[in-house]
């Protein structure tokens, strides 16, 4: 299993409230991704990174921001959460090693359940 | 416009019969990739086959493999000799070749309920 770590794994805080989620790897991959999944969506992307400290926005980056310092560590931080950020969290690696790198699945830690009341 | 499609929310299947997942996708690149991710109900997103555009021969893993019709835009995950552990939901996803985040765009899923 690919070696990511997701924490917390779950949370519930107040409407308002600054909440940060952590992502961990040991596969030394340049590639990160947060998504949220909702029922009846799938997987929806948030934000990616391409490099430390190489950020771009996703399909849904609106009341998100992230960060990456170093190359095993992304974090998602919401930072005044609402009731419709009510989701659960993944986060994603992926190696760009390969013939073309486009071959290279994302592996997925094992998600984060987000609450706000 | 939606760019990956799974028209079945639920289905079901007898045990040790084969099954086709449906997906359809929507793209003007000639180079991308397809992949299959299950989702088993204690949450985990498991990473199951992949098929390239140029890839010539239909992806197989095991008991999966994909239908894929390029003229068509399907990429169709059949899973053959069903178990009861296949229960779960089914993701098909798109990445994009020119686009070098390597990102992936998820269908909607499929519940997938294996009837003992």
């Known amino acids: 299993d690919a070696g990511i770590t997701q924490s917390p794994r779950h949370k519930v805080t107040e409407t308002g409230t600054p909440v940060t989620l952590r992502c961990h790897q040991t596969e030394n991959h340049r590639y990160m991704y947060w998504y949220r999944q909702d029922p009846g969506h799938g997987l929806r992307l948030i934000h990616y990174s391409y490099g430390v400290k190489d950020t771009d926005k996703g399909e849904v980056s609106d009341g998100y921001s992230v960060s990456r310092s170093k190359t095993e560590d992304f974090l998602l931080t919401l930072e005044s959460a609402t009731s419709s950020q009510t989701s659960v969290y993944f986060c994603a690696i992926s190696s760009d090693r390969g013939l073309s790198g486009s071959n290279q699945p994302q592996h997925f830690g094992d998600g984060t359940r987000l609450s706000i009341l | 416009a939606q760019k990956i499609t799974q028209t079945q929310p639920g289905m079901f299947v007898q045990e040790k019969e084969a099954v086709t997942l449906d997906c359809t996708y929507d793209t003007s690149d000639q180079s991308y990739g397809l992949f299959w991710y299950k989702q088993p109900s204690s949450g985990e997103m498991i990473f199951l086959i992949y098929?390239?555009?140029?890839?010539?021969q239909n992806a197989t893993e095991g008991r999966y493999s994909l239908n894929f019709q390029k003229a068509r835009k399907s990429a169709n995950l059949v899973i053959s000799a069903s178990q009861l552990g296949d229960s779960a939901m089914y993701f098909c996803a798109m990445r994009e070749g020119m686009d070098s985040s390597y990102k992936l765009i998820f269908g909607s899923g499929t519940r997938l309920l294996v009837r003992p």
């Open positions: 098929q390239g555009s140029y890839d010539e």
